[in-house]
């Protein structure tokens, strides 16, 4: 039920909302169906699991009041609706895109060309300080502060605006390696795509013909297994898999989400989701454990992805958005 509303609200909003918030949406719309399954079905072993807690773990659990949910739920509505107003409403979106500054890269504007010899735009490049979805996150995110500082009175979770920058500044320094990671990965995309390698091996492996495209979700599951992040694996890949669709005659469209959902399966095996996975439950040096558990499911859950990613290619190809 769960795994059906998620998949069914990011097509939602992919399709008809925005696709900065399919994951939000469909996290959402996975806990309204999980709460209404708890409602009617009880897993095996709750009761144990609940009687191991410790007494302050079983106090907090059992003073859920709609009113402390509620203030659980907000952040995640919060940032729908800052994602909503800033992408449906036309004079607020063109305001942030407005504060967007364009930067010519030195000694690359002008200079790189396109097959047919037109400059390639990409070499500017768009600072969108306020557009951007990391800064409407962020925004979102101060928002928060001020409501609980102002609202949260019980003194469980004492928090002020203070405390919530203070907390953001030790989120940049925990992830500074892991910014770098992706920064340095991003740079090698720009440089495997301008140099033309990406397209070349996109021409390569087009000459696998209709079994690539059973195969393409591979890509983008093993760039996420190795750099622990989908987008990383999407900048490697993304042109690859455009250029094979295009030689192939697939919908390069299918092709490059393809790639995004193969990472999303491969990220449960990343060393990154392996290490934050046993810290959240205490087993901290036994990555190692996890992973023989969850690679299986890994692997089932890819052949799946590489199944319906071939079936909607020719059997399925209603499912597909029409092209424009």
């Given at each position: 039920?769960?795994?059906?509303?998620?998949?069914?609200?990011?097509?939602?909003?992919?399709?008809?909302?925005?696709?900065?918030?399919?994951?939000?949406?469909?996290?959402?719309?996975?806990?309204?169906?999980?709460?209404?399954?708890?409602?009617?079905?009880?897993?095996?072993?709750?009761?144990?699991?609940?009687?191991?807690?410790?007494?302050?773990?079983?106090?907090?659990a059992?003073d859920?009041?709609?009113?402390?949910i509620?203030?659980?739920?907000?952040?995640?509505?919060?940032?729908?609706?800052?994602?909503?107003?800033?992408?449906?409403?036309?004079?607020?979106?063109?305001?942030?895109?407005?504060?967007?500054?364009?930067?010519?890269?030195?000694?690359?504007?002008?200079?790189?060309?396109?097959?047919?010899?037109?400059?390639?735009?990409?070499?500017?490049?768009?600072?969108?300080?306020?557009?951007?979805?990391?800064?409407?996150?962020?925004?979102?995110?101060?928002?928060?502060?001020?409501?609980?500082?102002?609202?949260?009175?019980?003194?469980?979770?004492?928090?002020?605006?203070?405390?919530?920058l203070?907390?953001?500044?030790?989120?940049?320094?925990?992830?500074?390696?892991?910014a770098?990671?992706?920064?340095i990965?991003?740079?090698?995309?720009?440089?495997?795509?301008?140099?033309?390698?990406?397209v070349?091996?996109?021409?390569?492996?087009?000459?696998?013909?209709?079994?690539?495209?059973?195969?393409?979700?591979?890509?983008?599951?093993?760039g996420?297994?190795?750099?622990?992040?989908?987008?990383?694996?999407?900048?490697?890949?993304?042109?690859?898999?455009?250029?094979?669709?295009?030689?192939?005659?697939?919908?390069?469209?299918?092709?490059?989400?393809?790639?995004?959902?193969?990472?999303?399966?491969?990220?449960?095996?990343?060393?990154?989701?392996?290490?934050?996975?046993?810290?959240?439950?205490?087993?901290?040096?036994?990555?190692?454990?996890?992973?023989?558990?969850?690679?299986?499911?890994?692997?089932?859950?890819?052949?799946?992805?590489?199944?319906?990613?071939?079936?909607?290619?020719?059997?399925?190809?209603?499912?597909?958005?029409?092209?424009?």
């Amino acid at each position: 039920m769960r795994s059906a509303s998620f998949a069914v609200a990011i097509w939602l909003a992919s399709t008809y909302f925005s696709y900065e918030l399919t994951d939000v949406v469909a996290s959402l719309v996975s806990l309204a169906a999980a709460v209404l399954l708890l409602r009617f079905w009880r897993p095996r072993g709750a009761e144990e699991a609940r009687q191991r807690l410790d007494a302050p773990a079983r106090a907090a659990a059992q003073d859920l009041t709609p009113g402390r949910i509620f203030m659980a739920v907000l952040p995640y509505i919060v940032v729908v609706a800052v994602f909503a107003l800033a992408k449906l409403v036309p004079s607020i979106t063109a305001a942030l895109n407005s504060a967007t500054a364009k930067i010519p890269w030195p000694g690359l504007d002008g200079h790189l060309v396109d097959a047919s010899g037109a400059p390639l735009a990409s070499t500017v490049y768009k600072f969108e300080w306020l557009a951007s979805p990391g800064t409407l996150l962020l925004i979102a995110g101060l928002i928060m502060a001020v409501v609980y500082s102002r609202f949260d009175h019980d003194g469980r979770f004492p928090l002020s605006v203070g405390n919530a920058l203070a907390e953001i500044g030790r989120c940049f320094a925990r992830m500074r390696w892991s910014a770098l990671t992706i920064v340095i990965v991003l740079s090698l995309a720009y440089v495997m795509n301008f140099s033309g390698q990406t397209v070349a091996m996109g021409t390569w492996v087009a000459g696998l013909g209709a079994a690539f495209v059973f195969l393409s979700p591979v890509l983008g599951w093993l760039g996420t297994a190795v750099t622990g992040s989908d987008t990383s694996a999407n900048a490697l890949f993304s042109t690859l898999q455009q250029t094979a669709a295009t030689n192939i005659g697939a919908d390069p469209a299918l092709l490059v989400a393809a790639n995004t959902s193969g990472g999303v399966v491969g990220k449960m095996i990343s060393p990154q989701s392996l290490a934050i996975a046993a810290t959240a439950v205490g087993m901290e040096g036994r990555e190692s454990e996890i992973l023989r558990r969850v690679v299986v499911w890994s692997l089932v859950l890819l052949l799946a992805v590489c199944t319906l990613v071939y079936l909607q290619s020719n059997v399925l190809a209603w499912m597909l958005p029409a092209a424009g």
